[in-house]
């Protein structure tokens, strides 16, 4: 029964004292620009962020679904930028990604958070899912409280009374749904720090690309991860998307949403990916496509996950367009 309880209490635990919260890691990049990076071990569940400052003012590039810790970001953000927070940029229409961003939202107020036209269109969703997933942390509450209540662990019972506090805070928040661009590509001053913000096809129903004429950094998120993670998202226009910046001469390196930064050559990794997935006639990955990365267990193992993923998601696509693979 003991064993019971504890796996309650630390499932809950996980979810408000996040590891990964203390051991996200603050990389400056240069003067302007800091990258925000989940340790080794969550680098496939939790996305990269980014901070970038001007004289005026700085902005937040992308969140994730994992609440502890991007209030421990928000916290950090304040310690460490003495610049208001002016700007918002959520890189995809990814739902716990928005989710996250909704929460940041609401920790700066003053800012203006910029989101591809698809999620101010469905905003309501987002909404029900933030109201969703609140809830299943308010059960996994009560039903840790009734286990700690029972057996009378005091310092448990208090630990649980801070962690509904916090559930309580966010329950009683209101979010706003973002601004949309008033162009298709619009540029923002952060104070002798500009931003060219686009909208884009990629790796969901609706994507953003920011610019940095300060570094020739291109903040894409999900759209330039080297393991392409497939959603609903049209693989062609994909595709289509990431070879013109492959060829772009403003780009020099790129921020995906997992993994490091790297150079735009490297971007012909999701670029191969996503032929293969597209063109070829067998489920099976080719050799050539497995040689291009890592060989570590785990980087294999989710090169093919994601690979068998998008060979299936194609080809119920091409089955509703009345093809065959």
Partial sequence: MFYLIMRFF????FIFISSSASATQW?????KTFLIAPPSDARYLTSNQAVLVGQRCAAIIDAHGDFSALENFASEVKKRIPQPICHLFSTSSDEEQVLGMMLLASEFP??????????????????????DKLSRF????????????????????????????RIEQWQSRQFSPPTLLNAAQVTLDLGAYSLVVEEIEGATLGDLSILSHHNS????????????????????SWLATIKKLRH???????LPSQGKPYKITA?????????AAINSDSMAMPEALLAMYKMDELTQTR????YELAKTKQAQKMQKQGTVL
């Fill in 138 to 165: 308010e059960k996994s509450l009560q039903l840790s409280q009734s286990q700690v209540e029972i057996h009378s662990n005091a310092q448990l019972q208090q630990r649980l009374n801070k962690a509904k506090a």
């Fill in 217 to 236: 950094g291109l903040f894409v998120g999900l759209t330039a991860n080297p393991i392409p993670y497939v959603q609903d998202s049209d693989l062609e």
């Fill in 110 to 131: 003053d800012a203006t958070w910029h989101a591809p036209r698809h999620v101010s269109q469905y905003f309501n969703e987002y909404q029900s899912a933030l109201k």
């Fill in 303 to 306: 090169l093919r996950l994601m």
């Fill in 10 to 13: 630390f499932a809950l635990l």
């Fill in 27 to 31: 990389l400056k990049f240069d003067d």
């Fill in 248 to 254: 772009s001469e403003k780009v020099t390196w790129l």
């Fill in 267 to 275: 971007l012909q990794k999701p670029i191969s990916f996503l032929e």
